[in-house]
T-cell receptor, first 112, second 114 residues
Framework: GQQLNQSPQSMFIQEGEDVSMNCTSS?????WLWYKQDPGEGPVLLIA?????ELTSNGRLTAQFGITRKDSFLNISASIPSDVGIYFC????????????FGEGTQLTVNP | GAGVSQSPRYKVAKRGQDVALRCDPI?????LFWYQQALGQGPEFLTY????????KSGLPSDRFFAERPEGSVSTLKIQRTQQEDSAVYLC????????????FGPGTRLTVT
């Protein structure tokens, strides 16, 4: 079963607003990733984080690898309608080989 | 195309039928993964290949599920005697590294068992 808790489960925002979402775990992960999934499609990799405390940006997206290695955060600045979708965090750790453990997703709706 | 492709995109099976789902990974990618995604949930790991070797199959839910990648490229996920609880989207991902956390996903196959 899922071991990553994402919050919030859903968000409704106005275009132009900034968005924050997070992912927590009771276990340590040594890699955190963020994916976006559109309806009927597979998840698309947005950002990968490999070091505790790391802050990485990809355009309007910024993600952080928490210092405790048990959490990660994703921020989207100046949201636009095409940001709509489900955002998943995923964690990887050496004890689990190369498998990723996914959260349950945050559904983002952007009103124009 | 350059991405991961999966076929068929949609499959309807009667309970008890066998199904085979195909994945074409990104060319040159060493690692290949299968995940199962139930409605409203995140993907859950099923199995992993490095080249043709199946290194981890601990996520396969029962012995009705079988995966292979005989030449280290295309992979097939087979489900025997399908049950209603097998209804889900089956996602394939590939990674160019042997310990590849940066996984690139295909569009998935939506399986509906009636």
């Amino acid at each position: 079963g899922q071991q990553l808790n994402q919050s919030p489960q859903s968000m409704f925002i106005q275009e132009g607003e900034d968005v924050s979402m997070n992912c927590t775990s009771s276990s340590i992960f040594n890699t955190w990733l963020w994916y976006k999934q559109d309806p009927g499609e597979g998840p698309v990799l947005l950002i990968a984080l490999y070091k505790a405390g790391e802050l990485t940006s990809n355009g309007r997206l910024t993600a952080q690898f928490g210092i405790t290695r048990k959490d990660s955060f994703l921020n989207i600045s100046a949201s636009i309608p095409s940001d709509v979708g489900i955002y998943f965090c995923a964690g990887g750790r050496e004890s689990s080989g190369s498998r990723l453990t996914f959260g349950e997703g945050t559904q983002l709706t952007v009103n124009p | 195309g350059a991405g991961v492709s999966q076929s068929p995109r949609y499959k309807v099976a009667k309970r008890g039928q066998d199904v085979a789902l195909r994945c074409d990974p990104i060319s040159g990618h060493v690692s290949l993964f299968w995940y199962q995604q139930a409605l409203g949930q995140g993907p859950e790991f099923l199995t992993y290949f490095q080249n043709e070797a199946q290194l981890d199959k601990s996520g396969l839910p029962s012995d009705r599920f079988f995966a292979e990648r005989p030449e280290g490229s295309v992979s097939t996920l087979k489900i025997q005697r399908t049950q209603q609880e097998d209804s889900a989207v089956y996602l394939c991902a590939s990674s160019k590294q042997t310990s590849g956390y940066e996984q690139y996903f295909g569009p998935g196959t939506r399986l509906t068992v009636t």
